[in-house]
């Protein structure tokens, strides 16, 4: 996708509204940063979910996709024999 700053967009609207309808898909930037998409309208396409349009915009570069969390570790049970655990429950109630 190429980009186009917002000057430029606006002297020469015409064509670049020209080349959309031609399907070219550009990237609007105001002083280097990305902040709209200048693309064909298609009445038929299905909206995209979010995941896929967060991933959009972490390929323009707009935001960063957070690290997928990783799963914590369980702690492993304590084998307490019957004895223990029932004495361990008294002296609690004393």
Do not use: C
Not at 42 to 68: D, Q, R, T
Not at 70 to 89: N, P, T
């Amino acid at each position: 996708m190429r980009q186009v700053g917002t000057a430029h967009l606006k002297n020469q609207l015409s064509a670049y509204l020209q080349k959309v309808r031609q399907g070219e898909h550009f990237v609007v930037t105001d002083h280097g940063k990305p902040i709209a998409q200048l693309l064909p309208f298609n009445k038929k396409a299905s909206p995209l979910s979010l995941e896929e349009k967060l991933a959009h915009l972490a390929a323009l570069g707009v935001l960063k996709l957070a690290k997928p969390r990783q799963a914590k570790k369980k702690h492993s049970k304590i084998k307490l024999g019957g004895d223990i655990a029932s004495r361990y429950v008294i002296e609690d109630r004393e």
